[in-house]
């Protein structure tokens, strides 16, 4: 029970948290890709964009902290975020933590920009 809420609140789509209030129409909209690039995360970034096309923001930054997963997911969250990136026409960003392999990385490769620590 324990592990399926945990799994829940962690793909249920999107959880927006405000940093700061402000002007909506000019919001940032985080999308964490964290942990392992599996079915369920591909799920979770599907339904999260579904959620942001209703309600566009002004940029999207992908907050990578993943060593990748599996070829299938990573290429379907790929796809949305490039069909996303084309309908809304709006900047993506990636910011990578820790760790940003193999699928991770693959998912944010189209973003306009690219932050990671030197090392």
Do not use: C
Request: a negative charge; glycine letters at 10%.
């Amino acid at each position: 029970v324990y592990l399926g809420a945990i799994v829940f609140s962690m793909y249920g789509g999107v959880n927006e948290q405000p940093y700061r209030a402000g002007d909506g129409d000019r919001r940032i909209v985080i999308l964490p890709i964290e942990g392992l690039v599996d079915d369920a995360m591909a799920d979770f970034v599907h339904e999260s964009l579904r959620k942001l096309r209703d309600n566009k923001p002004a940029a999207l930054v992908l907050r990578v902290d993943s060593g990748g997963g599996y070829v299938a997911p990573s290429d379907r969250i790929w796809d949305e975020l490039k069909a996303f990136k084309e309908e809304m026409d709006i900047p993506i960003v990636a910011s990578y933590g820790s760790t940003a392999a193999s699928g991770a990385y693959y998912v944010s490769a189209l973003s306009d920009r690219i932050f990671a620590e030197p090392t």
